[in-house]
Nanobody, 119 residues
Framework: QVQLVESGGGLVQAGGSLTLSCAASGLAFSTYAMKWFRQAPGKDREFVGAISRSGDTSYYADFVNGRFTVSRDNSENTVYLQLRSLEPDDTAVYYC????????????WGQGTQVTVSS
């Protein structure tokens, strides 16, 4: 049974930081690119960032603007999303996903973790 379990969300003031984790089990973790998405209330789910299977390449949505960093530890089957300089517009449920670089297809989704940024 494949599981992606996010953690690390919470309430933070604008300008603050959080680090989200996504622990994977039941899949060949290192064979997947790992991606982060987010969904704000009343909005569609949007891509945040992704990291290649080896971790040597990462990609980000334009709105990230250098504030977020995706990393992974294949020995721990875990992917991270470091959030810095958070803004109220970053308030959303953040999801990790297992997929492929350059492809829309997602094989597995996590259940999400809430990030709330207060002004």
């Amino acid at each position: 049974q494949v599981q992606l379990v996010e953690s690390g969300g919470g309430l933070v003031q604008a300008g603050g930081s959080l680090t989200l984790s996504c622990a994977a089990s039941g899949l060949a973790f290192s064979t997947y690119a790992m991606k982060w998405f987010r969904q704000a209330p009343g909005k569609d789910r949007e891509f945040v960032g992704a990291i290649s299977r080896s971790g040597d390449t990462s990609y980000y949505a334009d709105f990230v603007n250098g504030r977020f960093t995706v990393s992974r530890d294949n020995s721990e089957n875990t992917v991270y999303l470091q959030l810095r300089s958070l803004e109220p517009d970053d308030t959303a449920v953040y999801y990790c996903a297992a997929g492929y670089i350059g492809e829309v297809r997602i094989d597995y989704w996590g259940q999400g973790t809430q990030v709330t940024v207060s002004s």
